[in-house]
């Protein structure tokens, strides 16, 4: 599939040009009533909680209620759906994720196209996955696992979340920039993929800090690398998976976007209010909490960082030939 990365940062950089008949009176009364927060997973979850912290810190800084909603199945697909054929009134905003983008070519039958159907409004933050494996494992480095894996081709088995899941792809990231092949075992989620990493059934799995650190701060797992080109905060001695394998990066991320033609000077508003949320440090070191850097910019910068994000995991999805569950 042709994504139509032009077009999707036209609808960004162009939003200003949208006509604005009382805009600025109507951005100065927004909002009059509550505004949702669409996510598209469970409660607890990593992106439900982003999504109620910005959903907080903007009912503190706007005169108005932010309420989260969460609409789970189908990957984030059906939150996605019902956000993007919301009404354009900038009363439904939706919590763009990095499994939004992988989905964008992981799934040829969705009832929206993500690079036309939303208006991106800012990021929010985002943070490295780790690769892990078990301490017994014969590997120390990247490089050392590398160079074992092209020995022994297709005889290490790497777990996953789910076949496309996010973490999967980090895995055939991996697997196509070092031209290895493992054998792919996925499962129902994270957890019990760790469970067999540390019994040993599994011998790697990329993995969300979240899930992954407390093993590895009790010896049940040893870090290799981190997924993102700068060394995480909560791993310090941990170094990026680019040092041995160059142009390696994949994150968690998470931002907002509204349906596209949402009036501009609301899209202007939310865009300025977020960029103060994320400047306070209560905001910062919650989101540090979750693994997370704070991610200010323009709903410009965020319209080409998802529209990146988009052709890069479309590489990797039709490299891998990836095909959802």
Known sequence: MNLPRRKFLHLAAGAATLPA??????????????????????AGSASDIVARLIGQALSERVPGQFIVENRVGAAGNIAADAAVHAPADGYTLFLVTSVNAINATLYNNLNFDLSKDIAPVAAISR?????????????KTVSEFIAY???????????????????????????????????????RGAPPALTDLVGGRVQVVFD???????????????????????????????????????????SQWYGIAVPRNTPAEIVDALNKHINASLADPNLKARLADLGSTALPGSS??????????????????????????
């Open 208 to 250: 969300t800090f979240a899930g992954s650190l407390p093993l590895i701060r009790a010896g049940k797992l040893r870090a290799l690398g981190v997924t993102t080109t700068t060394r995480s905060a909560a791993l310090p001695d941990i170094a990026p998976l680019a040092a041995s394998l160059p142009g390696y990066d994949a």
């Open 127 to 139: 943070g490295p996955g780790v690769m892990v494996v078990n301490p017994e494992f014969p590997a």
């Open 21 to 42: 008949v009382s805009g600025i009176a109507r951005a100065q009364s927004y909002p009059v009533r509550p505004v949702r927060i669409i996510g598209g997973f469970s």
């Open 300 to 325: 410009a910068d965020f319209g080409k960082f998802v529209a990146d994000e988009i052709q890069k995991w479309a590489k990797v999805v039709k490299f891998a030939g990836i095909k959802p569950d």
């Open 149 to 187: 894996a092209k020995a022994d081709p297709g005889k290490i088995n790497m777990g996953t979340a789910g076949t496309g899941s996010m973490l999967d792809v980090y895995g055939e990231l991996f697997m196509m920039m070092a031209g290895i092949d493992m054998f792919r075992v996925p499962y």
